[in-house]
């Protein structure tokens, strides 16, 4: 049987990884999700230490995981931009 737990988590793809853009909003790096059907934005939270400029100029690879910071769904810096 399939829980909300189980949908909610598909739509919101956590453990899979994106090449995202990033803007800064609200003293955090967001950027919207890329899977239309999600109903949360995604907040890059953490491994942006790791980021040479805030918000990079291109696209980074960011691993969704699974939690909520301020209304968005947590994700977390893997690669640079390029996907280094």
Known sequence: MTSI??????SLAVGER????LEAEDGLLVA???YDASPMDVAVVEGVEN???RPPERPVEVEIV????EGR????????????
Do not use: C
């Open 5 to 10: 737990r189980d949908l909610l988590g598909e």
């Open 18 to 21: 994106f090449s995202l853009e």
């Open 32 to 34: 919207d999700h890329p």
């Open 51 to 53: 980021l040479e400029e």
């Open 66 to 69: 699974g939690r909520v910071v």
């Open 73 to 84: 769904i947590a994700g977390r810096v893997v690669g640079g931009p390029g996907g280094d």
